[in-house]
T-cell receptor, first 114, second 116 residues
Framework: SQKIEQNSEALNIQEGKTATLTCNYTNYSPAYLQWYRQDPGRGPVFLLLIRENEKEKRKERLKVTFDTTLKQSLFHITASQPADSATYLCALDRRVTGANNLFFGTGTRLTVIP | GAGVSQSPSNKVTEKGKDVELRCDPISGHTALYWYRQSLGQGLEFLIYFQGNSAPDKSGLPSDRFSAERTGGSVSTLTIQRTQQEDSAVYLC??????????????FGPGTRLTVL
């Protein structure tokens, strides 16, 4: 089965800096990779999806890259704000026809310090 | 419009009892998923419903776990003879469905289950 590793359980950065979160996988390369944000006591909220044939995807202050050679996705938050503090999860598809569920990583807890 | 709702928000039960957790997906979403999240852990896939197709039960940890989805809408996750290791947050999600592969999933707030 797929193994997903997200860098360091917790990441602290100063407000205004760029946060970079890493998602590494070890088995097959997924067709899609998604990033979610989860706040304490709440369900995850979808942020971005990137396909295997896409190198980079942007949405406002967010940027996701996908390197199928390195088997890695990087998630960047530029000009970080304290409101960006949350746990960020990466998720990969099972790459099985008709199976639409995702494998989730354990997440990285980001704290943006004012 | 309304998002995914789950009930109850919290459930405390005694070991050996059965529990039922409910999920109301977003109207029009044909796909429904159940996940489990233990403290400090990632989301563990449990079961997936897509329209009228047979559900994908490959993530259910034991035969004490079962789920059904009535009328293609509301879903109930049942855990029989609960064990302390079943304590976790149970999350339900829905999405538009298989015609849009791997589309974004909309999650409910979860049900926190505590087995004493």
């Amino acid at each position: 089965s797929q193994k997903i590793e997200q860098n360091s359980e917790a990441l602290n950065i100063q407000e205004g800096k760029t946060a970079t979160l890493t998602c590494n996988y070890t088995n097959y390369s997924p067709a899609y990779l998604q990033w979610y944000r989860q706040d304490p006591g709440r369900g995850p909220v979808f942020l971005l999806l990137i396909r295997e044939n896409e190198k980079e995807k942007r949405k406002e202050r967010l940027k996701v890259t996908f390197d199928t050679t390195l088997k890695q996705s990087l998630f960047h938050i530029t000009a970080s704000q304290p409101a960006d503090s949350a746990t960020y999860l990466c998720a990969l598809d099972r790459r099985v026809t008709g199976a639409n569920n995702l494998f989730f990583g354990t997440g990285t807890r980001l704290t943006v310090i004012p | 419009g309304a998002g995914v709702s789950q009930s109850p928000s919290n459930k405390v039960t005694e070991k050996g009892k059965d529990v039922e957790l409910r999920c109301d997906p977003i109207s029009g979403h044909t796909a429904l998923y159940w996940y489990r999240q233990s403290l400090g852990q990632g989301l563990e896939f449990l079961i997936y419903f897509q329209g009228n197709s047979a559900p994908d039960k490959s993530g259910l940890p034991s035969d004490r776990f079962s789920a059904e989805r009535t009328g293609g809408s509301v879903s109930t996750l049942t855990i029989q003879r609960t064990q302390q290791e079943d304590s976790a947050v149970y999350l339900c999600a829905s999405s538009l469905g298989a015609t849009i592969p791997f589309d974004e999933q909309f999650f409910g707030p979860g049900t926190r289950l505590t087995v004493l």
